[in-house]
């Protein structure tokens, strides 16, 4: 593995997740030299961003009481990864490129969130990596299909409403080291208005099933309900016309196709 591995998310990605560009470096040369062997300055960036994430998805959780809250704030989120991802380094000869490096990032951000129970960063995630103002830049291959392959069968997908997911929280109750995916709070509990379009029949969930999940989500709640960090990522106000412009740039869109946003974006929102 190289001792420097260079960053791979732009300064705008940075700014999002409250993330430093300057990296801690250790004082002794002979610990650093060991330390680096295993462990790059883009796993320091990957660890601080993944626990703001982290942080952010706590707090996320004391805004159940809220659904026009809770998902207003989800869909700024959304939002903002969509543009981090959108967004090249400043100066960069290849745009697509750079884009390209962002979009692995966040990859890898959703397997770290995995890692470490944050769903609702990974479900985040895998919805602006599968957003149509990135996915028509053609950057997916056999690899990251592979991935998303392997990311349905834990999560299953937005057609069916993440089921995987949502039965993974019945099973396992409240878990202190797991943060539910508030996405999936907000599709079974409170009938989320961007969900109109997902083909999945919420009767095909019992009752019994919908309350306990409103159960475990009103314990998350309380018991969350102190949490106060929030990164730029949920705070940073970007609307749809600046999120196309940043798509257009990277690849011009072709007139006369039908090149749709993600259901899940509202305007409303903007």
Same mark, same amino acid.
């Given at each position: 593995? =190289?001792?420097?591995r260079?960053?791979?998310?732009?300064d705008e990605?940075?700014?999002?997740y409250?993330a430093?560009?300057r $990296?801690?470096k250790?004082r002794n040369?002979?610990? /650093?030299?060991?330390?680096?062997?295993?462990?790059?300055?883009?796993?320091?960036?990957?660890?601080?961003?993944?626990r703001?994430c982290?942080?952010?998805?706590? $707090?996320?959780?004391?805004?159940?009481?809220?659904k026009?809250?809770?998902? %207003? $704030?989800?869909?700024v989120?959304?939002r903002? #990864?969509?543009?981090?991802i959108? $967004?090249?380094k #400043?100066? %960069?000869r290849n745009?697509?490129?750079?884009?390209k490096?962002?979009?692995?990032f966040h990859?890898?951000?959703?397997?770290?969130?995995?890692?470490t129970?944050?769903y609702?960063?990974? #479900?985040? %995630?895998?919805l602006?990596?599968q957003?149509?103002y990135?996915t028509?830049?053609?950057?997916?291959n056999?690899?990251?299909?592979k991935?998303?392959?392997e990311?349905?069968?834990k999560?299953g997908?937005?057609s069916d409403?993440?089921?995987?997911?949502?039965?993974?929280?019945?099973?396992?109750?409240?878990?202190?080291?797991?943060i539910?995916?508030?996405?999936?709070?907000?599709m079974?509990?409170?009938?989320?208005?961007?969900?109109?379009?997902?083909?999945?029949s919420?009767?095909?969930?019992?009752?019994e099933?919908?309350?306990?999940?409103?159960?475990i989500?009103?314990l998350y709640?309380?018991l969350?309900?102190?949490?106060?960090?929030?990164?730029e990522?949920y /705070?940073?106000?970007?609307?749809?016309v600046e999120l196309?412009s940043?798509?257009?740039?990277?690849? =011009?869109?072709q007139k006369?196709q039908n090149?749709?946003i993600?259901?899940? #974006?509202?305007?409303k929102?903007?």
């Amino acid at each position: 593995m =190289p001792l420097t591995r260079y960053r791979n998310l732009s300064d705008e990605g940075l700014r999002l997740y409250n993330a430093s560009i300057r $990296t801690t470096k250790n004082r002794n040369f002979l610990r /650093r030299l060991v330390h680096n062997l295993f462990w790059t300055r883009y796993d320091d960036k990957l660890l601080e961003i993944s626990r703001n994430c982290r942080e952010s998805s706590y $707090t996320l959780l004391s805004y159940l009481e809220s659904k026009l809250k809770t998902e %207003c $704030t989800f869909n700024v989120g959304l939002r903002n #990864i969509i543009k981090a991802i959108l $967004t090249p380094k #400043i100066e %960069c000869r290849n745009k697509w490129l750079s884009v390209k490096q962002n979009y692995l990032f966040h990859l890898d951000l959703l397997s770290k969130s995995h890692e470490t129970g944050d769903y609702n960063t990974v #479900i985040l %995630c895998l919805l602006a990596l599968q957003h149509p103002y990135i996915t028509r830049l053609g950057i997916l291959n056999k690899r990251i299909s592979k991935k998303f392959i392997e990311i349905d069968e834990k999560y299953g997908t937005l057609s069916d409403g993440f089921l995987n997911h949502f039965n993974q929280v019945i099973q396992n109750d409240y878990q202190n080291s797991e943060i539910p995916s508030v996405f999936i709070y907000l599709m079974y509990c409170e009938d989320l208005q961007q969900c109109e379009n997902i083909r999945f029949s919420r009767s095909e969930i019992g009752k019994e099933k919908r309350q306990r999940l409103r159960e475990i989500y009103d314990l998350y709640y309380y018991l969350n309900i102190q949490k106060s960090y929030l990164s730029e990522l949920y /705070r940073s106000k970007i609307n749809d016309v600046e999120l196309y412009s940043l798509s257009n740039d990277i690849k =011009p869109f072709q007139k006369f196709q039908n090149e749709t946003i993600n259901p899940l #974006i509202e305007k409303k929102y903007i």
